[in-house]
């Protein structure tokens, strides 16, 4: 039985990353950031707090067809950088073609940037050799909740013969909480196994393009969030995600939407030497 993420499935080095980030993003040690490089994060963050319709929640639309922005790895310098490697590709130079459009992007584990490497220390953080990369941009953190919810979806190349056996990759979305340099984590693992990638117990033999998504809604106010995996729209899977990550004990059911807004997407771990193809990152407001 292949089940929901579980913290016994990272190995040391993921864990230890995802430790990292948890301590770099939780409120409790917010005050470990410089006071300038604190600013800096809420400042920006600030700027997509807005209240209103729908209309005023941040969409945002990635193609890859021209740039990497909004992703950060170990180019990236100083505290809004990050680990591992975002490359971009064409259709005259990639091994896949684009989900859509003439480009797309492929994300590797690899060595962090010289600020999560070196300098952390300085500001009380510890440092960190390797990791993934994330979605740091703060503009993309919103306060507004739409009446609608909202929706993050990232097209991921999936082939199961890019991957040994195990945990192929992890991958997360978060929502942050509002007025605060804080986030909650929601994650699941594909594992491969016999051939194939799964998400849960549903099997992913062929290669191709699969959007993953979150869709993020409310009853009576509180939070419901539903993955879905697609393929050319269609709907081949969905499940619910009931449970934190980090804080299996803490219900989804358990939160106030009008606590959060929209966060970023993680590869909390990723097989080492494999270059995974990303394409047509979307966020926007739900239906």
Same mark, same amino acid.
């Given at each position: 039985?292949?089940?929901?993420?579980?913290?016994?499935?990272?190995?040391?080095?993921?864990?230890?990353?995802?430790?990292?980030?948890?301590?770099?993003?939780?409120?409790?040690?917010?005050?470990?950031?410089?006071?300038?490089?604190?600013?800096?994060?809420?400042?920006?963050?600030?700027?997509?707090?807005?209240?209103?319709?729908?209309?005023?929640?941040?969409?945002?639309?990635?193609?890859?067809?021209?740039?990497?922005?909004?992703?950060?790895?170990?180019?990236?310098?100083?505290?809004?950088?990050?680990?591992?490697?975002?490359?971009?590709?064409?259709?005259?130079?990639?091994?896949?073609?684009?989900?859509?459009?003439?480009?797309?992007?492929?994300?590797?584990?690899?060595?962090?940037?010289?600020?999560?490497?070196?300098?952390?220390?300085?500001?009380?953080?510890?440092?960190?050799?390797?990791?993934?990369?994330?979605?740091?941009?703060? #503009?993309?953190?919103?306060?507004?909740?739409?009446?609608?919810?909202?929706?993050?979806?990232?097209?991921?190349?999936?082939?199961?013969?890019?991957?040994?056996?195990?945990?192929?990759?992890?991958?997360?979305?978060?929502?942050?909480?509002?007025?605060?340099?804080?986030?909650?984590?929601?994650?699941?693992?594909?594992?491969? #196994?016999?051939?194939?990638?799964?998400?849960?117990?549903?099997?992913?033999?062929?290669?191709?393009?699969?959007?993953?998504?979150?869709?993020?809604?409310?009853?009576?106010?509180?939070?419901?969030?539903?993955?879905?995996?697609?393929?050319?729209?269609?709907?081949?899977?969905?499940?619910?995600?009931?449970?934190?990550?980090?804080?299996?004990?803490?219900?989804?059911?358990?939160?106030?939407? #009008?606590?959060?807004?929209?966060?970023?997407?993680?590869?909390?771990?990723?097989?080492?030497?494999?270059?995974?193809?990303?394409?047509?990152?979307?966020?926007?407001?739900?239906?």
């Amino acid at each position: 039985m292949r089940t929901f993420l579980s913290n016994s499935n990272f190995n040391f080095v993921a864990a230890l990353c995802s430790l990292f980030l948890l301590i770099l993003f939780s409120s409790c040690e917010k005050e470990s950031l410089s006071v300038l490089e604190d600013n800096i994060l809420d400042a920006k963050a600030q700027n997509n707090e807005k209240e209103g319709s729908d209309d005023d929640f941040q969409s945002f639309h990635q193609s890859f067809n021209n740039n990497t922005d909004a992703w950060a790895d170990q180019y990236v310098e100083g505290v809004l950088g990050w680990c591992g490697t975002i490359e971009l590709w064409t259709k005259k130079t990639g091994e896949v073609m684009p989900s859509k459009g003439n480009g797309y992007a492929t994300v590797m584990w690899g060595e962090c940037n010289t600020f999560w490497s070196e300098e952390a220390d300085e500001e009380g953080l510890p440092t960190f050799q390797y990791g993934a990369p994330a979605t740091q941009d703060p #503009d993309l953190w919103s306060a507004t909740w739409p009446s609608s919810g909202f929706i993050q979806n990232l097209d991921i190349y999936l082939d199961p013969a890019m991957f040994d056996n195990g945990v192929a990759f992890t991958y997360s979305n978060s929502l942050k909480l509002q007025g605060e340099m804080a986030f909650i984590y929601f994650a699941f693992d594909v594992v491969k #196994d016999a051939g194939s990638l799964y998400i849960n117990d549903f099997e992913v033999s062929e290669a191709g393009w699969y959007t993953f998504s979150y869709v993020y809604g409310e009853d009576e106010g509180k939070l419901l969030i539903d993955f879905q995996l697609l393929q050319k729209n269609q709907l081949l899977y969905s499940f619910p995600i009931e449970k934190r990550l980090y804080a299996p004990e803490v219900s989804t059911s358990d939160l106030w939407v #009008d606590d959060y807004g929209s966060g970023y997407i993680w590869f909390v771990y990723l097989q080492d030497g494999v270059a995974l193809p990303i394409d047509e990152q979307m966020l926007r407001a739900g239906k």
